[in-house]
C-alpha cells in the first residue's frame, strides 16, 4: 500500500494530539455515578452518593454526606467521605487510600488498596484483601478477614475527652483465619482483640490477644 505525504502528515498530526483529558464530576447536592466500563477524573459531591459501577477507572472520589459505592473490578484513587460508608466489591484497586469518619468500610474479596485504611466512628471489614499503608481507627471494630494481609500495622486511638465523650463499648478487633499484619498492633485504649491460630501479626501493645479456631471469633 502506497502511504501519500497527505496521509503521513494527518498520521502525525494525530499522534502528537493529546488524549482528552478525563471528565471531572463536581455537585453540591445530588449523586453522582460512574457508568460501567468509563473513565472518569475526580468525582466530587456534598449532598449525595457516589456510585462507581463494574470495570469503570476513576480518579479519587469525595462526598461530605452521602456513601461511597464501588462495584467489582473498578479501579480508583482516594475514597474519602465524612457522613457515610464505604463499600468496596470484589476485585476493587485502590490506588490511593480510604477515609471516613462516622462510616464504615467493608472491602470484599480479592481487594487491593495501596495506602491505609481509616475510620473515626465506623466499623472496618475486610475479606482477602490487601492494605498496603495500615489501619486506623478510634471508635470503630476492625475485622482483618479470612486471608487478608494488612502492611503497616493497625492503631485504634485514644477518643479526644475534651467534650466529655466516654465511649459505650469497647472496639472489637479480629484477626481471621490465615490473615498477616506486618508491623505492630498498637491500641491507645481497651479493646478487645482477637487472634485466630493460623494468623500473623506483629507486636501487640496495649491489649492482650485471645487465640481462637474456627471460621468466626466468639461472640462477646
Not at 471516613?100 to 475510620?119: C, H, L, P, Q, S
Not at 471489614?125 to 498496603?132: E, F, H, I, Q, S
Not at 481507627?137 to 479470612?146: A, C
Request: hydrophobic share 40%.
Amino acid at each position: 500500500m502506497r502511504i501519500t505525504p497527505n496521509a503521513l502528515l494527518l498520521t502525525l498530526a494525530l499522534a502528537a494530539t493529546p488524549a482528552l483529558a478525563a471528565q471531572d464530576i463536581s455537585k453540591v447536592n445530588g449523586s453522582i455515578t460512574a457508568e460501567a466500563g468509563q473513565s472518569y477524573g475526580d468525582l466530587e459531591t456534598v449532598n449525595g452518593s457516589i456510585r462507581i459501577q463494574d470495570g469503570a477507572v476513576v480518579e479519587d472520589a469525595g462526598t461530605v454526606n452521602g456513601s461511597i459505592t464501588v462495584d467489582a473490578k473498578a479501579t480508583t484513587g482516594d475514597l474519602e467521605t465524612v457522613n457515610g460508608s464505604i463499600r468496596l466489591g470484589e476485585h476493587v484497586t485502590v490506588r490511593g487510600g480510604i477515609d471516613t469518619v462516622n462510616g464504615a468500610v467493608f472491602i470484599d474479596r480479592g481487594g487491593e488498596v495501596k495506602d491505609g485504611v481509616e475510620t473515626v466512628n465506623g466499623a472496618i471489614g475486610l475479606v482477602a484483601t490487601r492494605v498496603g499503608g495500615g489501619i486506623e481507627t478510634v471508635n470503630g471494630d476492625i475485622t482483618v478477614g479470612i486471608d487478608s494481609h494488612v502492611r503497616g500495622g493497625i492503631t485504634v486511638e485514644k477518643p479526644n475527652s475534651r467534650f466529655g465523650f466516654k465511649p459505650k463499648r469497647d472496639p472489637r478487633v479480629v484477626i481471621g483465619p490465615n490473615a498477616v499484619v506486618e508491623g505492630p498492633l498498637v491500641f491507645e485504649r481497651p479493646v478487645v482483640l482477637y487472634v485466630h491460630k493460623s494468623a500473623r501479626t506483629g507486636p501487640v501493645r496495649g491489649a492482650t490477644a485471645r487465640v481462637f479456631e474456627g471460621n468466626t471469633a466468639p461472640q462477646d
